[in-house]
T-cell receptor, first 117, second 112 residues
């Protein structure tokens, strides 16, 4: 149990276009979902936290108008990279937890590789 | 500000060796610590989660210990196999920020 999927697994787009990445909890309801970014040979950095039905909380330095997050249901969160630029190329990973407790386990998706040309 | 460091950054060993990967964190105020495995270009697989009140967790050939007061955790891998080759990440759930803070990882290669 506790499977998280992401779609697409990889995407290549032209500079200036928008890209949407989906994160789904397949066999559980996720009260909270998280979006991380990982640059090559670096660790994961939290971008934002979203709770179902409310606005996402963004980390310092992450532009909320550029990285739009929607958590419309207990099984789906989307990250839209608007007007993507080459510096947005990265590996984006989502995670989901059943509850909102700090001790709740986060289950991670397989990641989405974004390449902006 | 919580910082997580992993040593060594890379490790290459022959098959069959017992390994110790180290993780240290600067603030002992944590909810839990988790060890993950990441294969190249892939997401994270959770290996072990240790709550702050626990001292260790075991799963198969893996054993993770936690010394919260000294800000250290170790991941012990017994009888390593080529299939263990991956990057191993540790992460703490920070009490003050309620966020998962990741270390920079240890890239492990086990050769036959």
């Amino acid at each position: 149990g506790a499977v998280v999927s992401q779609h697409p697994s990889w995407v290549i787009c032209k500079s200036g276009t928008s890209v949407k990445i989906e994160c789904r909890s397949l066999d559980f309801q996720a009260t909270t979902m998280f979006w991380y970014r990982q640059f090559p040979k670096q660790s994961l950095m939290l971008m934002a936290t979203s709770n179902e039905g409310s606005k996402a909380t963004y980390e310092q330095g992450v532009e909320k108008d550029k990285f739009l997050i929607n958590h419309a249901s207990l099984t789906l969160s989307t990250l839209t990279v608007t007007s993507a630029h080459p510096e947005d190329s990265s590996f984006y990973i989502c995670s989901a937890s059943r509850g909102g407790l700090s001790t709740d386990t986060q289950y991670f998706g397989p990641g989405t590789r974004l390449t902006v040309l | 500000k919580q910082e997580v460091t992993q040593i060594p950054a890379a490790l290459s060993v022959p098959e069959g060796e017992n390994l110790v990967l180290n993780c240290s964190f600067t603030d002992s105020a944590i909810y839990n610590l988790q060890w993950f495995r990441q294969d190249p270009g892939k997401g994270l697989t959770s290996l072990l989660l240790i709550q702050s009140s626990q001292r260790e967790q075991t799963s198969g050939r893996l054993n993770a210990s936690l010394d919260k007061s000294s800000g250290r955790s170790t991941l012990y891998i017994a009888a390593s196999q080529p299939g263990d080759s991956a990057t191993y990440l540790c992460a703490v759930r920070d009490y003050n920020t309620d966020k998962l803070i990741f270390g920079t990882g240890t890239r492990l290669q086990v050769f036959p």
